[in-house]
């Protein structure tokens, strides 16, 4: 069985300052892990994905995600947060397509 | 352009009404999946299909229907809808079924009012 767990439901963080969104993961294997955006009325975005390459992942938007098997972990960063980053975001976890689970989200505000 | 379009984007309606939500992509993909978010649930998959006439239960199936009849479609019904059903719903698709690290093309989704 796998899950995942975000460990912080909403985030606040101003512009300019570094954003920090935390995931950890459990698998029974090697999973690929995903983070996805949600903007107000909106489907889901691909942001970046680990699929057992470099533990560190660059993603769109200025985004990284570093996969730390020994933390379990898979913490979302960004060096300085802009406006338009305010959204929800999904940590993900699959080890098949069958079984693709979704973290309950954290939402970023990003204040002036 | 590549894309998962759902309609309708909104639909109020009442208990035991049939309704049908449509889903249709045009990347001639494998997977399509459907999903629910509900606030502080994240997304839970409903069902999903691997392929033409493959389809198969996800974590909350109860009370929806769904068909795979052509590749680019993936219908979800709810024959007898209830206040329980109302919800935001997403629906998704992949390249193939069986490849993990594909990530999923997502609609923009369905907001459903069941009264």
């Known amino acids: 069985a796998q899950s995942v767990t975000q460990l912080d439901s909403h985030v606040s963080v101003s512009e300019g300052t570094p954003v920090l969104l935390r995931c950890n993961y459990s698998?029974?294997?090697?999973?690929?892990l995903f983070w996805y955006v949600q903007h107000p009325n909106k489907g889901l975005q691909l942001l970046l994905k680990?699929?057992?390459?470099?533990?560190l992942v660059k993603g769109i938007n200025g985004f990284e995600a570093e996969f730390k098997k020994s933390e379990t972990s898979f913490h979302l960063t960004k060096p300085s947060a802009h406006m338009s980053d305010a959204a929800e975001y999904f940590c993900?976890?699959?080890?098949?397509?069958?079984?693709?689970?979704f973290g309950s989200g954290t939402r970023l505000q990003v204040q002036p | 352009e590549a894309q998962v379009t759902q309609n309708p984007r909104y639909l109020i309606t009442v208990t035991g009404k049939k309704l049908t939500v449509t889903c249709s992509q045009n990347?001639?993909?494998?997977?399509m999946s459907w999903y629910r978010q509900d606030p502080g649930l994240g997304l839970r998959q409903i069902y999903y299909?691997?392929?033409?006439?493959?389809?198969d239960k996800g974590d909350v199936p109860e009370g929806y229907k769904v068909s795979r009849k052509e590749k680019r479609n993936f219908p979800l019904i709810l024959e007898s809808p209830s206040p329980n059903q109302t919800s935001l719903y997403f629906c998704?698709?992949?390249?193939?079924?069986?490849?993990?690290?594909?990530?999923?093309?997502f609609g923009d989704g369905t907001r459903l009012s069941i009264l």
């Open positions: 998704a698709s992949s390249p193939e079924w069986d490849s993990p690290n594909q990530p999923q093309h």
């Open positions: 698998s029974s294997y090697s999973p690929s």
């Open positions: 680990y699929t057992s390459a470099a533990t």
């Open positions: 993900v976890v699959s080890d098949t397509q069958r079984a693709l689970t």
């Open positions: 990347m001639n993909h494998e997977y």
């Open positions: 299909s691997m392929n033409v006439e493959v389809t």
